[in-house]
C-alpha cells in the first residue's frame, strides 16, 4: 500500500505539472502551443522551427517575435532573423498573411490555419560591434547556430500569438544523440531514433517561461553541484577546448556556497543553471561579453583567451550578479515586469534596484563572506564612483528607468551598475546606522520578498512610499533626493559614517588603465586609437617610453582596427607580468616597435581608505556594515 500510495502521489505530481491539453476539443485557447526546433536540419545555418498553436475561431490572429527581452533594456527586434516564413493550411497549403514591422505577422483566414513554419538565423555571427544597445542583440541575449554548439534564448526562435501569451507550450528539440545538453525548463519525454537523433520534450507554463529558460546544445562539458538546497549546473561550451566546467567548478562553488550564506534564509529557486559560451577570435565569434540574467539561470559569454584566474575572476563578479537576481526581480518585482509586453514594453521606475542593488550584493557578499579584502572591497566603491562620473549625476534615477529605451536616457543604462550599486550601498550604510546595526539593504530586500514574492507584483509609482514607511526618515529623505530627485550624492558623507577617507595611493592598475580610466583616446576622422594623455600616469608604459599621442597600430602583430579593437584591447587587458609583449606605434609618422617582457604596471590613485582617527562609533559601524 505504501509503495502504491507513492506511485499514485508522483502520478498526480507528474499531471498536475504537465502540460494540461484538453481532448475534448482542439481549440487553440484549450490546448498547450506545440513548438518544435530541430537541430538535425539545419542549412545554410539557420534551423527550422514549427508553431502548431491549435484551431482559431478568429479571422485574424498576429504572431510575433520578441522586440525587446527582459533584463537587457534595449531592442533587440529578433522578428528580422527569420527567413522563409509561412502560414499552412490543414491541406499543408499557404495561408496568405502580411508582415508590417520586422517583429509582427498577421495571417489572415486564421481559421484555416493548422501551423506556421520558418527558419531561424543565429545573431553571433552576424556581431561586428559588442555591446548593450548596439546594432545586434546583446551576446547573452543573442543565439547561436554552428556545428558544436547551440545558444538557445529561446525568445530567438518562439514568438507568441497576440492572443495566447498565456498559453502554455510544449517544446521538442531534436538533436544529434551525441549532443550534451542542459536547460532548466522542464523535461517532460526524451526519446532516440533510428537516424541517430534525440528527441527532447519540455514544458512551459506560459511564454514567459519560454523567454526565461535558455537552453544549449551541443559539444559542452557540465558539472553539477549543490549548494545547500540548490542544484547548480555549470554549461561551458569552450571551442578549443582551453577551459572547461571541471575548472570553474571550485571557484563557482566557493562563490555560490558564500552567496547562499549572505542570503540565509532566501530560497527562491530548486534549480539554478549557468550557460558559459568562451568566445575564440575568430571573425564569426560573438564580440558583447558580459550575461544576461534569468530568474534560475544566466548565459555567460567571454573571451576563451582568458587565463583560468581571469576568466574565474570575471565569473566571480558576473555570475554573482546575476544569482542575486532571485532575489529582485524574481521575488521583488512590479507589474511592468510580471506582466511585460515584449513589443510595446513600459518599464519600472526601479532599476535603482533591480540591477543597482544587484550589482551592490554581489560585492558586499564577497568582503562579508571574506572572499576579498576591505581594501579590495574599497577599490570596488571607487572604481564606481569613478566610472558614475562618466553619466549624468543629476539625472532621475526613477526617470531614467521608466525612459530606459529613449535619448537621453539610453546612454546611462550603464549606470545601473555604478551609481546604481553606491545607492544600494548608501541606503545599507543608512539601515544600519538607524537600527544600531540589527537592519540592512538586504534585511529590507527580504521583507519586501515576503510582502510580495514570485507570483505578486508591487505597484511601480508606490515602491519608494512603501520603502520611506518600513524603514527610516533618512532612507525616505535619501531615496526623495538622490533616486527620484536629481540631487548628486555626497559619497564622503556616507564614508564619514563608517570612517572612511579617501587619500591618494600608489596601486597596482592594468596595462590599459591608470587610476582614473582608460589610457587611450580615438580619432573618428582618422579611425585611430592612440595613447592619450594619461599613459603617463601608468608606470609601465612611462618606463617603456611610451608618450601621449602614441597612435596604436598592431598589438602582437596584430594590425588594430575598428573592427577588433575591443577584441585586442581586451586582450591587453589580460595580460600579466612576466608575459612577453610587443606593440607597434607610430609617432609623429616613424613607425616604432616596443617589445620585452612586461612587468606589474602602478598608477596614483585617489583611493578609499580607513581613517585612522576614526571614532569608536564610526568604527562599529563600519564593522556592521561590512560584516554585521
Known amino acids: 500500500m505504501k509503495h502504491f500510495l507513492t506511485s499514485l502521489g508522483l502520478a498526480v505530481l507528474l499531471t498536475a505539472c504537465g502540460p494540461s491539453k484538453n481532448t475534448s476539443n482542439d481549440l487553440a485557447v484549450s490546448n498547450p502551443i506545440a513548438t518544435t526546433i530541430n537541430l538535425t536540419t539545419v542549412s545554410n545555418d539557420k534551423v527550422p522551427v514549427s508553431i502548431d498553436p491549435g484551431r482559431f475561431t478568429e479571422e485574424t490572429v498576429t504572431y510575433y517575435l520578441p522586440k525587446v527581452v527582459q533584463g537587457t533594456y534595449s531592442v533587440s527586434a529578433f522578428g528580422r532573423f527569420i527567413e522563409d516564413f509561412k502560414a499552412l493550411d490543414y491541406n499543408g497549403k499557404p495561408l496568405q498573411f502580411t508582415h508590417p514591422e520586422e517583429n509582427t505577422w498577421v495571417i489572415t ?44 534564448n529561446l525568445h530567438g526562435f518562439i514568438g507568441y500569438f497576440d492572443n495566447l501569451k498565456n498559453n502554455q507550450y510544449t517544446l521538442d528539440v531534436t538533436a544529434p544523440a551525441t549532443f550534451k545538453h542542459t536547460s532548466a525548463l522542464q523535461a517532460t519525454a526524451s526519446k532516440s531514433s533510428a537516424d541517430g537523433s534525440v528527441t527532447n520534450s519540455y514544458f512551459a507554463p506560459r511564454y514567459f517561461d519560454i523567454t526565461d529558460n535558455p537552453m544549449m546544445y551541443g559539444d559542452l562539458s ?29 571557484s563557482m562553488y566557493k562563490m555560490m556556497e558564500g552567496q547562499k550564506a549572505y542570503l540565509g534564509d532566501v ?47 570575471s565569473m566571480i563578479d558576473i555570475v554573482a550578479h546575476e544569482f ?16 511585460f509586453d515584449y513589443n510595446n514594453p513600459t518599464f519600472s521606475k526601479h532599476l535603482w534596484m533591480y540591477e543597482g542593488v544587484t550589482e551592490y550584493f554581489a560585492q558586499h557578499f564577497q568582503i562579508h563572506e571574506g572572499l576579498m579584502t576591505n581594501d579590495e572591497f574599497y577599490a570596488q566603491i571607487m572604481d ?35 551609481k546604481g550599486a553606491l545607492i544600494g550601498m548608501c541606503i545599507d550604510i543608512l539601515m544600519r546606522e538607524e537600527s544600531n546595526g540589527q537592519r540592512s539593504m538586504l534585511s529590507l530586500m527580504k521583507e519586501l520578498s515576503g510582502r510580495y514574492g514570485m507570483n505578486k507584483p508591487f505597484n511601480d509609482d508606490e515602491l519608494i512610499a512603501e520603502i520611506s514607511a518600513m524603514t527610516y526618515p533618512s532612507v525616505a529623505n535619501f531615496l526623495k533626493m538622490h533616486v527620484e530627485g536629481t540631487t548628486p550624492i555626497d559619497y564622503n558623507v556616507f564614508f ?33 586609437l592612440f595613447f592619450s ?19 596604436i597600430k598592431e598589438v602582437g602583430g596584430t594590425l588594430l582596427t575598428l573592427q577588433n579593437a ?54 562599529e559601524l563600519r564593522k556592521a556594515w561590512l560584516k554585521g
Open 109 to 152: 483566414n486564421a481559421k484555416q490555419l493548422d501551423k506556421i513554419v520558418y527558419d531561424v538565423n543565429d545573431t553571433f555571427d552576424q556581431e561586428e560591434i559588442g555591446g548593450i544597445g548596439k546594432d545586434m542583440p546583446f551576446s547573452p541575449a543573442g543565439t547561436n547556430i554552428e556545428e558544436k554548439n547551440y545558444v538557445l
Open 222 to 250: 557540465i558539472e553539477e553541484f549543490m549548494v545547500g538546497d540548490i542544484k547548480v549546473v555549470l554549461s561551458v561550451y569552450s571551442p578549443n577546448y582551453v577551459h572547461t566546467a571541471a575548472d570553474l567548478k571550485p
Open 267 to 313: 530560497n527562491s529557486t530548486p534549480r539554478y543553471d549557468i550557460f558559459l559560451y568562451l568566445a575564440d577570435a575568430t571573425p564569426e565569434a560573438p564580440k558583447g561579453f558580459g550575461a544576461l540574467e534569468h530568474h534560475t539561470s544566466t548565459v555567460v559569454v567571454l573571451q576563451e583567451a582568458m587565463p583560468i584566474d581571469i576568466l574565474e575572476k
Open 324 to 339: 542575486f537576481h532571485i532575489v529582485t526581480p524574481l521575488s521583488v518585482h512590479s507589474e511592468d515586469v510580471h506582466y
Open 384 to 418: 564606481k564612483i569613478k566610472t558614475a562620473t562618466y553619466f549624468d549625476d543629476s539625472m532621475s534615477f526613477t526617470l531614467m528607468s521608466e525612459n530606459i529605451l529613449n535619448a537621453p536616457y539610453a546612454d546611462n543604462y550603464i549606470n545601473v551598475y555604478s
Open 496 to 528: 564619514n559614517k563608517v570612517g572612511l577617507t579617501l587619500g591618494d595611493k600608489k596601486v597596482e592598475t592594468s596595462f590599459i588603465q591608470d587610476g582614473n580610466g582608460f589610457i587611450f583616446g580615438g580619432d573618428q576622422e582618422k579611425m585611430t
Open 533 to 551: 594623455e594619461s599613459v603617463a600616469n601608468n608606470s609601465f608604459w612611462t618606463e617603456e617610453g611610451i608618450l601621449p599621442n602614441d597612435v
Open 566 to 619: 575591443q577584441t585586442l584591447i581586451g586582450n591587453m587587458y589580460q595580460w600579466q607580468p612576466e608575459d612577453d609583449y610587443e606593440i607597434k606605434i607610430e609617432r609623429d609618422g616613424e613607425a616604432m616597435i616596443f617589445k620585452g617582457k612586461l612587468k606589474q604596471a602602478y598608477t596614483v590613485s585617489k583611493s578609499l581608505m580607513e581613517d585612522e582617527n576614526a571614532t569608536t562609533p564610526q568604527k
